[in-house]
């Protein structure tokens, strides 16, 4: 089984920074797509950026500008760098990958990460 554990988050003040950071262990054999999601109280969860395995990054109109996702493949760690911070992305950030285990190398499965706080003070 593959694990995504988080960190980074915290509290900040509007246009302030925050650097999440998720890292991937287990059995694995390859990471294709790693993305982060976020739900803030009674909301949806949402996308706000993913990246391929090649580096091709994508974000949520919300976002763009302000964050920046990355990976290092050779960590199985994704990043996503957070700047002018505002109230309303405070939420809980949640990575997210597909992964394929060493038995199986062209099955990708999903697996979530147990979330991390951000929260942003106006």
């Known amino acids: 089984q593959a694990q995504l554990v988080e960190s980074g988050g915290g509290l900040v003040q509007a246009g302030g920074s925050l650097r999440l950071s998720c890292a991937a262990s287990?059995?694995?054999?390859?990471?294709?797509?790693m993305g982060w999601y976020r739900q803030a109280p009674d909301e949806q969860r949402e996308l706000v950026a993913s990246?391929?395995?090649?580096?091709?990054?994508n974000y949520a109109d919300s976002v763009k500008g302000r964050f920046t996702i990355t990976r290092d493949n050779a960590k199985n760690t994704v990043y996503l760098q957070m700047n002018s911070l505002k109230a309303e992305d405070t939420a809980v950030y949640y990575c997210?990958?597909?992964?394929?285990?060493?038995?199986?190398?062209?099955?990708?499965?999903?697996?979530w990460g147990q979330g991390t706080l951000v929260t942003v003070s106006s």
């Open positions: 287990g059995n694995i054999y390859s990471i294709n797509d």
């Open positions: 997210n990958a597909y992964w394929a285990p060493p038995g199986n190398r062209y099955r990708y499965l999903e697996v």
């Open positions: 990246i391929t395995k090649g580096g091709t990054s």
